[in-house]
């Protein structure tokens, strides 16, 4: 009997928390995917079930290719430059040497500028006649050229400011990683004279193995979703060389008002990111 | 080589790969700092002497550049103060036990349990914003603050049980044991012993709630209009037919990073700690 109230108590901890969980997010997945099954328009009050419309017009229309390509591009190569400058300056940061704390604040200064604004003002910083890059790269003879609206650079412009914001992410997980690792394996290494590389290849890297897996997986979905750099800074284009499937879907339900057509969408995203995070899944708890 | 030597070197490299990285990533904030307290023709030269003026400052607190009126930039201060506070306390005292559950019993499923939560930050913001939006507007929530608050704690409570579990891992069980011993209930032992201990973890997770929220665009783009609207939305009023209000809009940008900066100074010591990362080590 007691042992059964006490197993009881145990759940209460986690009820109120559960409950809002399914109120807040499973409740309006299952709202997206019934939605995903409809031509719904509220502002010509249109509700009709076209079964798979919505899902084959996208898929096979003409912007599903280009979104697919741009949204994982952008994601793989912000979250891999952000996992190795993040796990350099990491490293470094472990070593706690003096005048640490002070760069720990600098360098943590672009997580806390809001990336709607970090859009805006790297706009001008990318701005052909009066930014600080092109102006810059032209003393080393580089032309000038507007990042932004020039389509071989303009997905890579975004790359670069999502790294700016973002890396202080990644260097926190790892840094928090690092710390977490006992001191004893790293004593007896270096009694055994080993240097710092089989110091890190040895015992850091494989001791962090779930840190830097955890870590990689929430920066790779955010940028799987990314949206606020991307549209302040190029709206997706130009023409449509940027635009990733979150910007469509956003385009879809703000501009053009297609509720079910974006909630398709949304369901799109929803079976690729749980995809990939339960192979991570998959891969942390295998022994 | 020396190991001292080897060590002399490796310092060095270290303090080249922090100021090359500190100076390029601080370097546009450098930038919206100056420029904020600059005159336009003074913002286009990149001058690092000039005449600093409060201009910016005055326009975005009582001018109406943005297309707002009189005020409105403190309004939306106050919506989104009221919003990111609301969404923090909610997110500690609903997350807060769950975490607590979630560190120190056993049952089953708990792993996979513990997965779905984190994972609940990772769903496409736009899977949640649509039903959300066609909620709120049959009832007449829409542009209100608890339509934000709703939504900003559907993507910050998995986050939130997540680094405070990280943050009960790292208290040894003995504790609660030894609470219990004293005739302590569990409930107690959770109140009067751990959640002190864990005062540290708590501030840390509320600083990254509050970045997440204070900081937020697309939900409040959408869900506001001019009653909630908070101040990253209202950066978009300095977008205007001849460009870009770089005064205002680097002052304003300004303004928004004292906060953050201010909390993120305070707790700086316990940020790296709280994301230990215990959540899903099998």
Redesign the interface.
């Known amino acids: 009997m007691r042992t059964r109230s006490?197993e009881l108590?145990?759940?209460l901890?986690?009820l109120?928390?559960?409950a809002?969980?399914c109120v807040?997010?499973l409740?309006?997945?299952a709202?997206?995917i019934i939605?995903s099954f409809y031509q719904y328009d509220?502002a010509k009050s249109i509700y009709k079930f076209i079964g798979l419309g919505n899902f084959s017009d996208y898929l096979l229309g003409d912007r599903f290719l280009g979104n697919a390509v741009n949204t994982f591009t952008f994601a793989f190569s912000t979250t891999g430059a952000s996992f190795l400058?993040g796990l350099?300056?990491a490293l470094?940061?472990n070593?706690k040497?003096r005048g640490?704390?002070i760069?720990?604040?600098?360098?943590?200064?672009?997580?806390?500028?809001?990336?709607?604004?970090?859009g805006?003002?790297?706009?001008?910083?990318y701005n052909a006649d009066?930014g600080?890059i092109p102006?810059l790269l032209s003393y080393i003879g580089i032309p000038r050229t507007d990042w932004t609206a020039n389509p071989s650079l303009a997905l890579f412009s975004v790359v670069v400011v999502d790294l700016?914001e973002w890396?202080?992410f990644m260097i926190?997980?790892l840094?928090?990683?690092m710390?977490?690792i006992p001191l004893e394996p790293y004593e007896s290494a270096r009694i055994d004279g080993a240097s710092?590389w089989q110091l890190l290849t040895r015992i850091t890297l494989p001791q962090m193995k779930?840190?830097i897996a955890?870590?990689v997986?929430?920066r790779f979905?955010?940028a799987?979703?990314a949206?606020?750099i991307l549209w302040m800074l190029t709206q997706g284009g130009p023409g449509r060389v940027s635009e990733t499937i979150?910007v469509t879907?956003?385009i879809y339900?703000?501009l053009n008002y297609h509720?079910g057509y974006?909630?398709a969408?949304?369901?799109i995203?929803?079976i690729i990111?749980?995809g990939i995070?339960m192979g991570f899944?998959r891969y942390?708890?295998r022994? | 080589m020396r190991p001292t030597s080897r060590r002399l070197i490796e310092n060095a490299l270290s303090y080249v790969v922090l100021i090359t990285y500190t100076l390029a990533s601080s370097i546009p904030i450098w930038w919206v700092i100056t420029s904020s307290f600059k005159l336009p023709r003074d913002i286009f030269t990149y001058a690092i002497i000039f005449k600093p003026t409060l201009a910016n400052y005055s326009e975005i607190l009582i001018g109406t550049t943005a297309g707002q009126y009189f005020g409105s930039y403190l309004h939306f201060v106050q919506n989104s103060a009221v919003v990111s506070l609301s969404t923090i306390a909610l997110s500690l005292v609903i997350g807060t036990p769950a975490a607590f559950a979630l560190s120190r019993f056993d049952f089953r499923g708990k792993n996979d349990v513990t997965f779905w939560i984190l994972s609940t930050r990772m769903g496409p913001p736009i899977a949640y914003i649509i039903p959300f939006y066609m909620i709120f507007t049959r009832l007449h929530l829409l542009d209100t603050q608890f339509a934000l608050v709703a939504l900003y704690l559907a993507s910050n409570l998995g986050f939130t049980i997540w680094m405070m579990k990280g943050f009960f891992d790292e208290i040894p069980h003995e504790l609660d044991d030894a609470a219990m011993t004293d005739g302590c209930s569990r409930f107690r032992a959770f109140v009067n012993v751990l959640l002190p201990l864990t005062r540290p973890g708590l501030s840390a997770t509320g600083i990254m709630v509050f970045l997440f929220t204070w900081n937020e665009f697309l939900y409040a783009l959408i869900l506001t209009q001019q009653n909630a609207e908070t101040v990253p939305v209202s950066l978009m009023g300095y977008i205007q037919v001849l460009g870009i209000a770089w005064g205002p809009m680097t002052a304003a940008a300004t303004l928004q990073i004292v906060v953050p900066l201010i909390f993120s100074v305070v707790v700086q010591k316990h940020l790296v700690r709280g994301l230990t990362l215990g959540a899903v080590k099998g």
Do not use: E, H
């Open positions: 006490l108590s145990k759940y901890y986690l109120p928390a559960i809002f969980l807040l997010t409740y309006p997945f709202q997206s939605w509220p400058i350099i300056v470094v940061l070593r040497l640490t704390p760069f720990r604040v600098i360098l943590l200064l672009p997580l806390m500028m809001a990336p709607v604004a970090a805006l003002f790297w706009k001008f910083l009066i600080l102006q700016w890396t202080p926190l997980l840094l928090a990683g710390q977490a710092s779930s840190t955890i870590a997986l929430i979905m955010d799987l979703r949206f606020d979150s879907a956003f339900l703000y509720v974006s909630a969408i949304a369901v995203m929803i990111t749980t995070s899944v942390l708890t022994k």
